[in-house]
């Protein structure tokens, strides 16, 4: 199992608890298999009618103006997927069917030549709802290096997007629909990550961009970031966001959703984060950032009423982050050290118990409060590399995991 492998490189000194670990993973993988795979092809489903949706959010503004058709190959296409939206939400399926309200709406703005803000309306709603139907995906929890990113779309994009990403690489001249152009800011400002992931990873029916099945997960995702932030370069002058945000939502949402509704993070933020998003990524790599985001996790399964998990994550939130600096902050500040950790286990007790959502959202006010006091007392530095390591040592490989499975369906 290379998988494994890649655990006895990194681990040579613990040959007898990894084979141990190996038998573990294998057992896993195993019982995963056996209980989601099930509600893989649903999942697709969704995935690909959210793609379909923001697919017309952006494009019906080339296919119609001011009530009239403007580019009849566009507005056919808007009618086709709009058509196809409906189908497969006219399913038998409890969980499709509760979607069609939304589908026949988008679909009659279509074919009656609604304004573009009416349509963009219809087509987000529709997705925002998928997307809560949907479970997190598994992300990397790095991307690749831009150099490493580059050197991929160089040798798998450029000859349609061209070298700089404006559509306009050798075989781009054929072909209709002309490839993105991905410094077009106005396009741009509509994509989601996960809508350009998804292009990459299905391809687009009726043009010439390929499925690239060949690609790993995190090399997908590294290009995706990647095309992503080309519109916003001119604005990467990096301010450092004033309110966190969650990689899913990140990913979930365009640039304009984003700086309008869901976040409360600036204009200038937003595409100084989507210009350089290599610091969404390291902001989460320390141990505290680690028990942030696990927390943050479990707060919405619970409120999602799915305790196992929300259990599951409170735990990791302690083992995979603030167990590594515990004796940092011991050593600094023995009562945050031990207020902390008290929290941490009445969050745990919260979790387990239905229809505490009041005191869970009080005691993660405080508990957030104090972490944040914690990091600011160990800075990067104080922290040992063995602690940061670990950490993102654990993560990868439970992200590994989940990788690899789904490879495997
Ligand atoms: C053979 C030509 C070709 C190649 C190679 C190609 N693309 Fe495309 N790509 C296209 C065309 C054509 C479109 C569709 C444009 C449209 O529908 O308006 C497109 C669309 C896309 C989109 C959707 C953009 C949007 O805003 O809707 C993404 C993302 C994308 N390509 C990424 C990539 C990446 C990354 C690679 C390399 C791994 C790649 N493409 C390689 C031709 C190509």
Known sequence: MQFCWNVRLISQKHIGIQSLFCLVLMAILLFSKLSVASTVDEVAQLRQIAQLAEYVGVDYASAVDNGQVINDDEYQEMLEFSQLIVDKTSSDNYVMHSLNEKASALQTAISTKQKVDTVRQFASELRISLLAMM???????RLLSKD????????N??????????GNGILASGLEPAPTDFTDKKRAENRSLLGLFDAI??????TAMPAFTQLKEQQKWSLAFYVGSLAFQSSSEFIKPSQSISLQNWINYSPLKLSTETEGLTKNEIEGLRADPKLLFTNQ?????ITKTQLAAASIAYKNEEYEKAKTLAVSAYLDG???IENSLDARDKNLRKSIEGNLIKLRQVL????????LESLMEVTVRQLNDAEELLTETTLSNEALFTASLVILLREGLEAFWLYWL
């Open 352 to 359: 387990s118990n239905a229809q505490q959502v009041n005191q």
């Open 285 to 289: 790599s320390g141990p505290l950032a």
């Open 157 to 166: 994009c450029a000859s349609c997007h061209g070298l700089s990403g404006q």
């Open 135 to 141: 479970p997190e995906l598994p992300l990397p929890k």
């Open 322 to 324: 603030f167990e590594l």
């Open 201 to 206: 990873s299905n391809g687009l029916d009726d």
């Open 148 to 155: 490493a990113t580059f050197s991929l779309f160089e040798n």
